[in-house]
């Protein structure tokens, strides 16, 4: 995507109300399970962000059929023909959440090879979790050059403790339990809400999965599952951007679809700066009326239902602007706070130690050529832009591309002064060119 950038200027308060996509993190291993089947599925409410993409060109290399209405946001798969069992670096390389097919391949195939997925900017993120306890179900792996070769006789039921509830591992292993006979129980488990959509999915599809407290899934196997029809959960991290564009800047914004109960130390943590909350019944729809007086508020990280590692960077944005300090802590992935250097040329004030940075509220932040280093990197550096004196120029793009459909049109709506150009953007005068050359 060279020459793709994000222009955002400093404009007013935002406001309106907006409706949500499905969530990406959700629909990418909800395609995955389709491999678990045999016929044709439908996906509704599935966002046209690049890595759905990423998914479908994947399916389509294992020799599924699929097409993408992208406008109505339904996909069709029909996984009758899936005959091959590869994933090529170049889809890894594209999308490491292609690992999550390994489970279902195992199950269709007893074999998968599998592009070793390597090191990312947010960090080296392995698959230790998800290799370890496959083996334990009875997997043999084995790299060979670029390819991880796993392959099975026969899946076998065990008990597996994660070392820690990863969410990929957790639905990796749970897809390759669905059809394993016995039952199979995975403990310390991931129960992220879109964790929970894909075990909605595995249960349509005749899968028997219970969750027993606190966070154990216990799963029976059956001999064959059947495709689906479904709706794929919305998007709690798209949501939480929309309520921090309207805190950032001032307004306020009506979210009827959003899910209360898939944000809640997210919106206490709003509560806590000063904006006001309101949440309809039964948890459903979130509308947020920012104060012109916002606190900082400290937070850490954690797995569900922790504060999510995917909000921890737009939420510093707002921090960067509240008045007094606060300290975020990043505890689920090593290397998550890329934003803090791009940030700073914004002109926030954060103190960076290892995990943690410390951030002291300024009055002002400054339009600066910054650069997204990841998915939640880039919506943190948007909502800087939505505020900062003069344009901010944001590459990188790919990034936002890839996690979130549309949202600079629904920031838009919402009367932000934000814009995805191709070009040369060079040229443009952000607010820290401008003040340079004005005092040259
Ligand atoms: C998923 C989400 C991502 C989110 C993350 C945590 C998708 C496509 N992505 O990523 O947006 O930020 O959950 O909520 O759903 N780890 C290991 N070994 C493993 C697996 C994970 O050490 O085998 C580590 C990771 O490096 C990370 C932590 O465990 O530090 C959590 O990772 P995990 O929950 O697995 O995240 P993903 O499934 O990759």
Known sequence: ??????????????????SLGGAKNAVLVIMASLVLTRGTSRLKNVPASSDVL????????????????????????????????????????????SILVMGPLLVRFSKAEIALPGGCVIGSRPIDYHLKNFAKIGVTIAERGAYLNVHTKQLC??????????VGATENLMMAAACTPGITTIINAALEPEVLDLIEVLKKMGA????LPPA??????????RPIEHDVVVDRLEAGVLLLAAAITGGSVSLPAARADHLDLFLLKLEEMGHKIIVGDNKRGVTLAATDAPKAVSFKTAPYPGFPTDLQAPMMALQCIAQGKSVVEETVFENRLLHVRELQKMGAQIDLHGHQATITGVD??????????????????????????GSTVMTGVQHWLRGY????HKLSRMGADIELRQGDWRHIKTYQQDSLSSSL
């Open 1 to 18: 995507m060279a020459d793709w950038y994000l222009l955002a200027k400093q404009g007013g308060p935002l406001q309106g109300e907006i």
């Open 54 to 97: 990423h998914m479908i060109d994947l399916l389509r290399s294992l020799g599924a059929h699929v097409s993408f209405d992208a406008k109505q946001n339904v996909l069709d798969v029909d996984t009758t023909f899936v005959n091959k069992w590869r994933v090529s670096p170049d889809i890894m390389r594209k999308m490491r959440a």
């Open 157 to 166: 039921a065990r008990e597996l403790v994660l070392d820690y509830p990863s």
């Open 208 to 211: 028997a999965i219970r969750i």
């Open 216 to 225: 154990v899934i216990e799963i029976t196997g059956v001999s064959e599952l």
């Open 364 to 389: 002002e932040l400054y339009g600066a050529q910054v650069i997204a280093t990841d998915i939640r990197a880039s919506s943190a550096l948007v909502l800087a832009g939505l505020v900062a004196k």
């Open 405 to 408: 459909e549309r949202l600079e």
